[in-house]
């Protein structure tokens, strides 16, 4: 299973990796973390990466698809693979498309987990941190007993600047802009697939490998 997973900040994609991860044993590639190992590890890629990012620059495709290559020839990709993080535009989906090509590992779906933007900012804004354990709440889905105060162990909770209202609404109008065409792109190749990104963790798991083996 070669899979590139899709949805707005706050749709759940990370948590459906991991359960993807366990029942298929295939890798997450997400390109922030192997961009984060590389620089730690001082690879030539890293070095390049870590010179753009120390100017303020964002990291140029050319780099990061360098190390996507790297990592997807690594042997636990040999039975697939989820991209997360990338592609971001149609642009960075063709070069991919090529790359991909070139290894003998193309797509064999985009899954794209939809969810209403309501629901999106009741996720992302409702998001409280506790400031001593750093356990997490949500004020509309799972508050705490008190208000801002944390269950576990009294603290007080905050909510982070990139989790305010504004800021939220920001991040989803990039998404639209940017990332929403990739479902035209993957649907006029005829390998996208979506899902209602609402219910339950397993709910939702259910209905995203029911989506991948096409039942």
Request: aromatic content about 6%; glycine content about 10%.
């Amino acid at each position: 299973m070669r899979l590139v997973l899709l949805g707005a900040p706050g749709a759940g994609k990370g948590t459906q990796a991991k359960m993807l991860i366990e029942k298929y044993g295939i890798p997450q590639i997400s390109t922030g973390d192997i961009l984060r190992k590389a620089v730690a590890d001082g690879t030539p890629l890293g070095k390049a990466a870590k010179a753009v990012m120390d100017r303020g620059e964002l990291v140029p495709d050319k780099v990061v698809l360098d190390l996507v290559e790297e990592r997807l020839k690594q042997d636990d990709c040999k039975k697939g693979y989820i991209l997360d993080g990338f592609p971001r535009n149609t642009a960075q989906a063709e070069t991919l498309d090529k790359m991909l090509q070139g290894l003998g590992m193309p797509l064999d779906s985009a899954l794209s987990v939809d969810v209403p933007k309501d629901d999106l900012l009741k996720r992302l804004t409702g998001r409280r941190t506790c400031k001593n354990c750093q356990q997490m709440y949500n004020i509309y889905f799972s508050p705490p007993k008190k208000d801002n105060v944390c269950d576990k162990c009294g603290g007080e909770l905050f909510q982070r600047d990139d989790d305010k209202e504004e800021t939220i609404k920001k991040r989803l109008d990039v998404y639209e802009a940017q990332t929403a065409p990739l479902m035209d792109y993957y649907g006029k190749k005829g390998i996208l697939k979506s899902i209602q990104g609402v219910g339950t963790i397993d709910e939702i798991f259910n209905k995203v490998c029911a989506a991948l083996e096409g039942k």
